[in-house]
């Protein structure tokens, strides 16, 4: 099980029941911790629903009382190809 | 030969420091997530020696050094100056030290430069590789650049900047940073870089000497390579870079060098800000891509926790803000006796000392301050006489308070440029660096008659004879009281 964080500034950018995109930090232990990846997943504000856990902060850094649960499908690179 | 011995590396003012017992040596373990941060924060709150945290947990061979100008002390020891100079002392020196000829740096070779001692390229370039830390709980990522120089050069001008813009880890390769649009940089990337879709290099230079850092987030408008040399008394060293032609602090401890992609944004924030707060929007701000990184061996990272009074970001942003406005508004002639802002004002309130010698004089120095490049950085001015001590706040608050007319001394300035900072600002005017600024005026109109119009100030200096002073004065032990110092 992976562990994932997010921002975000309104609860409704965590849309359930269909395919979505966030930018989302590793909460695994090591030296990679709180490094992003944007990627396509599905969310769920049930627990158990999908395998890694993602914990919630709002805009400001406030810790979420929310736990979700996330699938990540695929990684996006947003970045232009000239830059990679 | 320069009269100046001040600290030509961090590692120099680290030593310096830790002899005067403004520093202190951490032997035991330290972790990144958080708790260096919580060391350096408190140490900030308490006006405690800086921390030099020499084990960190994973990442064997590296210390952190923090808060490392929090106090007036630590910023007299980065002059070269008797630690307990006192705050008009430090200003006075930084003035001469300013006003003097410039000293260019010079280029040594990069095998005289410590920075070069480890040099990652290509696939072996990962941020994580330095001991990035956590600096707050809830920070939107780990702060590459906190204590820093973020150097460029001016496509056309060829202008060098070297500039304090927080720098945060986006991933491995990436870095994510607030740089506003009224900086220097902010202005050669909207001005040149982003309608001609180049990128700017860039190299971020981490673990300078104090006089370097300062000179990095003074709003001077020296080049600050000269700065440093001016500030030093001797030509600051730097060593070309691997990967572009930028030049950089030979002595630096950690050199990241890059690209800044002017059309592509990644998200940064939110972090503790140097107001006390987390403020500024999380938001797509400048991203910077990561192509080499080299370190001396055993580097220090440098670590400045913004949060309420007092780190660096109020004490030494106030001091040379300050500093700056009192030159400027020396140069354009103006008979100010000095500027000083309090550190606890988050460097919000300038406060301006002057011969009221003609009408209009506190709107003049007002649309100067606010008009200025050091204008979005503070909204409130006030002015006062050259009689009321501006270093000392008890006269300058019963001066606001008793002579600032409530209709006639308070001016206040609409849709002036601000940034995202400021706690009081609407989300909108943060969103787009939307300012407002307000005069307090404490002066006595200077068309009132001096003897029937103007208050007589009732002070013992004020209203008693001299002779009567002296008299008290000299008897005050005798009177049966303590000595005053
Ligand atoms: C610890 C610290 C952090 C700072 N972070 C930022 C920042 O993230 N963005 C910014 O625009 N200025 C920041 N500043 C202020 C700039 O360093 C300062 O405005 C400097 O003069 C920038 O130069 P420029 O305006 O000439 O470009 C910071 C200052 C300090 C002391």
């Given at each position: 099980m992976n562990k994932w964080e997010v921002?975000?500034?309104?609860?409704?950018?965590?849309?359930?029941?269909?395919?979505?995109?966030?930018?989302?930090?590793?909460?695994?232990?090591?030296?990679?911790?709180?490094?992003?990846?944007?990627?396509?997943?599905?969310?769920?504000?049930?627990?158990?629903?999908?395998?890694?856990?993602?914990?919630?902060?709002?805009?400001?850094?406030?810790?979420?009382?929310?736990k979700y649960s996330i699938k990540v499908l695929e990684e996006v690179q947003r970045m232009p190809e000239k830059y990679l | 030969m320069s009269k100046i011995s001040a600290p030509k590396s961090n590692r120099e003012f680290i030593e310096a420091c830790v002899k005067a017992g403004d520093a202190v040596r951490i032997k035991q373990e330290v972790d990144w997530e958080n708790e260096a941060g919580a060391i350096v924060?408190?140490?900030?709150?308490?006006?405690?020696?800086?921390?030099?945290?020499e084990k960190i947990k994973d990442y064997p061979g590296f210390s952190y050094f923090?808060?490392?100008?929090?106090?007036?002390?630590?910023?007299?020891?980065?002059?070269?100056?008797?630690?307990?100079?006192?705050?008009?002392?430090?200003?006075?020196?930084?003035?001469k030290r300013t006003?003097?000829?410039?000293?260019?740096?010079?280029?040594?070779?990069?095998?005289?430069?410590?920075?070069?001692e480890n040099i990652l390229m290509g696939k072996d370039v990962d941020l994580c590789k330095l001991p990035v830390p956590l600096v707050h709980d809830g920070d939107g990522g780990r702060y590459v650049g906190t204590w820093h120089a973020v150097v460029t050069k001016h496509p056309v001008r060829g202008d060098v900047n070297w500039g304090m813009y927080r720098q945060m880890m986006f991933d491995s390769r990436t870095m994510s940073g607030a740089v506003f649009p009224f900086s220097d940089l902010g202005k050669a990337l909207n001005e040149y870089y982003l309608p001609r879709g180049e990128t700017c290099p860039f190299a971020t230079a981490i673990g300078l000497s104090p006089l370097a850092a300062m000179a990095a987030c003074a709003p001077s408008p020296i080049p600050e390579p000269e700065l440093v040399g001016m500030l030093s008394g001797e030509p600051a060293r730097?060593?070309?870079?691997?990967?572009?032609?930028?030049?950089?602090?030979?002595?630096?401890e950690i050199i990241i060098e890059g690209e800044i992609c002017p059309d592509y944004k990644v998200e940064e924030g939110p972090f503790g800000e140097y107001t006390g707060y987390r403020t500024s929007p999380r938001d797509f701000r400048v991203t910077f891509r990561v192509n080499c990184i080299t370190y001396r061996n055993n580097a220090t990272m440098t670590i400045s926790n913004m949060g309420v009074p007092q780190d660096e970001g109020q004490l030494l942003r106030s001091f040379s803000l300050g500093l700056e406005l009192e030159k400027l508004l020396k140069s354009q002639g103006i008979p100010v006796t000095g500027v000083y802002m309090h550190p606890r004002s988050t460097h919000h309130m300038m406060i301006v000392g002057v011969k009221p010698t003609y009408s209009g004089i506190a709107q003049q120095i007002a649309q100067l301050a606010f008009g200025s490049k050091l204008g979005p950085w503070f909204h409130m001015v006030m002015v006062v006489d050259d009689q009321t001590d501006i270093f000392n706040?008890?006269?300058?608050?019963?001066?606001?308070?008793?002579?600032?007319?409530?209709?006639?001394?308070?001016?206040?300035?609409?849709?002036?440029?601000g940034t995202p900072l400021y706690p009081y600002a609407t989300p909108h005017e943060r969103k787009y660096s939307i300012g407002s600024k307000v005069l307090f005026d404490c002066l006595w109109p200077v068309d009132w008659d001096k003897i029937n119009d103007v208050p007589t100030l009732v002070s013992f200096k004020n209203v008693y004879p001299k002779d009567v002073q002296e008299k008290v004065m000299s008897n005050w032990t005798a009177y049966g009281y303590p000595e005053v110092k």
């Open positions: 921002f975000v500034m309104d609860m409704s950018e965590l849309a359930e029941g269909k395919d979505i995109e966030l930018s989302i930090r590793t909460l695994n232990a090591g030296l990679h911790k709180y490094t992003y990846k944007r990627v396509k997943c599905q969310v769920s504000a049930k627990q158990d629903k999908f395998p890694d856990s993602l914990q919630v902060r709002m805009g400001r850094g406030q810790l979420s009382a929310s | 924060r408190r140490a900030c709150e308490l006006g405690a020696a800086a921390p030099f945290m923090g808060a490392p100008l929090s106090t007036y002390r630590r910023m007299a020891i980065s002059l070269g100056m008797d630690p307990a100079s006192s705050l008009p002392e430090i200003g006075k020196e930084y003035l006003n003097s000829e410039p000293i260019a740096p010079v280029l040594v070779d990069r095998k005289d430069a410590p920075c070069k730097l060593v070309k870079c691997e990967t572009n032609d930028l030049e950089v602090p030979a002595d630096a706040w008890d006269e300058v608050y019963h001066a606001f308070c008793t002579r600032c007319h409530p209709v006639n001394g308070i001016h206040v300035y609409k849709n002036t440029t």
